[in-house]
């Protein structure tokens, strides 16, 4: 199977310092996996130009087809993303009819003139899309280029969602082949995560399109709670997933522990 | 003044597919800043030894002077991440004495043999010191390699906070001077963030040794609420701190903006 591989990148002095927790490469990891996607890596680097270049540069070394930003898009002096997209692919930023109408018609609603602080935010790579911003200002940026598709986010999370279910999604649905997805999940409880090692390991060797991952949640000694995650990528793996949580349950029982089954194998959706 | 830079790699798949939210990383953000570190980077990876051994290297190239990880030191096959630090530097993993008398310990008081799993635990690369794990069974790993510190930390948030005070504290107050950190916080209702913003540039042009960022909490059109966040190192930019604060204060009530103080300025901890 051929597999879409994705890369996550977080940008903002504010979650670099502990002060900002970030649930936006959370929500988006989920989501892009659910839509078939290796998310390959997660990188927060801070509001600085060539940091940021470096990493949307870093995309294509890692042969990842589709990249998402968050942060760094507002009317501020150091939201600095679109500029560091266009530094690593050296690409002149230039103002984008699109989204200076975009923006326009935002401040224009509240009977606010367009200031060079507004004007910023319609500035994008040449080359690049102007995607809407349903609840925020700053229009979100599409560009491919190399063959990677690139979408550059705001950073307030009410904003990503927006503009993500609204032009990120339907641009993917589009443009990438859906890949399911599909997971079980279980706990075992009353044994050492040490000791079920062996059956876990054994699991993945025999179902090897199944990825098995142990979480130890309780106490290793004395009160061990052990969560077991299986996924699975295409409906073509679902025998596999299915043989490989029974194998899993059966082990369990042969140990004595007590299970749990919190999803059968099935789709996530 | 000489900063100290540091570098945050989480490493498991259970990150990178939106399962597990990272608070690890969130927190030790927070308590490196609150030592006087810059965190320059958090980079998530999977469970996968090159990945990992690609990350430790970056930490070299970007000239950073301590390495946390949380994340892959268990019993289990697809724990990997001591395996990626030996490879990343071309140490041998060998089995160590003390990291062994520490697994032995905690399992022999429950009557625990040790097994191939549990062993394991105890290989460390060459040169390294094991931390002792308070709140669960895998040791952490220190390792100063190329005049930089690495500190290699279990997954499970429980484990990460004890490791760290128990032993990676110390060791930085022992290894690095110590800077202190000061903040002030605010927020402003009323003002757009883009209105803003010209205030906000030039606080920064003003006071060069204070990092200020302001960060849109409401709807910029409609009910704006901007929180401005002012941070610097070291008790002799306390008075730069105070005085863009001052300055800040005054440009929001100017522009007839309503202030909340939350934060004078002063000592974080």
């Not at 989920?30 to 990188?43: A, C, Q, R």
């Not at 307030?156 to 641009?171: C, G, L, N």
Request: hydrophobic share 45%; aromatic share 8%.
């Amino acid at each position: 199977m051929q597999f879409n591989k994705a890369m996550i990148l977080s940008i903002g002095n504010e979650l670099l310092i502990g002060k900002v927790l970030n649930t936006n490469a959370h929500w988006l990891s989920g989501e892009l996996t659910k839509m078939g996607f290796i998310v390959d890596s997660i990188v927060i680097v801070k509001d600085d130009v060539s940091e940021i270049a470096s990493a949307f540069l870093s995309a294509i070394e890692r042969k990842v087809q589709l990249v998402i930003s968050t942060g760094g898009l507002g009317p501020t002096f150091d939201d600095k993303t679109v500029e560091g997209l266009a530094r690593a692919f050296s690409l002149p930023l230039v103002l984008n009819a699109e989204a200076l109408a975009l923006v326009r018609e935002k401040y224009s609603s509240r009977g606010l003139p367009l200031t060079p602080e507004r004007i910023k935010m319609a500035y994008l790579p040449l080359g690049s899309k102007p995607l809407d911003n349903p609840a925020g200002t700053a229009p979100g940026v599409y560009l491919k280029y190399r063959g990677v598709h690139f979408f550059v986010l705001p950073g307030p999370p009410r904003e990503v969602e927006a503009v993500f279910k609204t032009s990120v999604q339907p641009i993917i649905e589009r443009e990438f082949q859906r890949i399911d997805f599909y997971e079980a999940l279980l706990t075992i409880k009353g044994i050492p995560e040490s000791e079920f090692a062996p059956f876990v390991k054994d699991a993945a060797e025999r179902y090897k399109s199944v990825y098995v991952k142990s979480h130890p949640k309780g106490v290793e000694l004395g009160s061990p709670v052990l969560e077991i995650h299986l996924i699975t990528f295409g409906i073509e793996n679902m025998s596999q997933l299915r043989s490989c949580f029974e194998y899993i349950l059966m082990s369990a029982k042969k140990l004595g522990g007590e299970i749990i089954v919190l999803k059968e194998p099935g789709v996530k959706l």
